[in-house]
């Protein structure tokens, strides 16, 4: 069974940063992984994903150019790097597994495992 926990939300302001990364229990690093958030009476919705190797990467186009997601297979974590941060990215930040072989996939059907998510908020 695997399991993933989120770290590293908070409150920011505006144009600010913030790391957040998710730890994985299990074998995870032969899967692809994503990062989807949640705002208040709104949809899950993905942000980015990383295939296996890291050498493939996919993001939303509401975060292109302002947000990195890495990983480092060696020590687990998963990592995404937020810059200039809008007051519009507040959201529960949620990382997720997909044990399937192939490119990193932005749809939430297509992931396995979730953590219990981040909470991060921007102010104006």
């Known amino acids: 069974q695997v399991q993933l926990v989120e770290s590293g939300g908070g409150l920011v302001q505006a144009g600010g940063s913030l790391r957040l990364s998710c730890a994985a229990s299990?074998?995870?690093?032969?899967?692809?992984m994503g990062w989807f958030r949640q705002a208040p009476g709104k949809e899950r919705e993905f942000v980015a994903a990383?295939?296996?190797?890291?050498?493939?990467?996919v993001y939303a186009d509401s975060v292109k150019g302002r947000f990195t997601i890495s990983r480092d297979n060696a020590k687990n974590p998963v990592y995404l790097q937020m810059n200039s941060l809008k007051p519009e990215d507040t959201a529960v930040y949620y990382c997720?597994?997909?044990?399937?072989?192939?490119?990193?996939?932005?749809?939430?059907?297509?992931?396995?495992?979730w953590g219990q998510g981040t909470q991060v908020t921007v102010s104006s």
């Open positions: 997720a597994a997909d044990r399937r072989v192939g490119p990193p996939r932005d749809q939430l059907y297509d992931y396995d495992y």
């Open positions: 299990g074998r995870t690093f032969a899967y692809a």
């Open positions: 990383i295939s296996w190797s890291g050498g493939s990467t």
